[in-house]
């Protein structure tokens, strides 16, 4: 959960108080819905992040474990 959390707050960097905003999140809405990024809106926000929130913090475990997975395996310099 901190993972996804942590996500998203650096992909909302410049319009944290409107997430939907982002152009980062723009355009991963675009890819993952195919609906273009200049329509997605406040309301097809919260609708993603509701009907998809299984896959989202499924998603915050999985940067979980590649965050431990990283840290347990520095790249050698």
């Known amino acids: ?3 996804a959390i942590r996500f998203l707050w650096n992909a909302t960097r410049g319009s944290r ?12 809405l675009e890819t993952f819905t195919g609906k ?8 097809d926000f919260w609708a ?3 009907s998809e929130r299984r896959q989202i913090l499924r998603f ?3 940067l979980t474990e ?6 347990s395996h520095p790249q050698d310099s």
């Open 60 to 62: 915050g475990r999985w």
């Open 48 to 50: 993603f992040l509701v």
């Open 36 to 43: 273009h990024a200049g329509e997605v809106g406040a309301r």
């Open 17 to 28: 108080l409107r997430p939907w905003r982002s152009p980062y999140l723009r355009w991963r």
């Open 1 to 3: 959960m901190i993972s």
């Open 66 to 71: 590649m965050r431990g997975y990283a840290e």
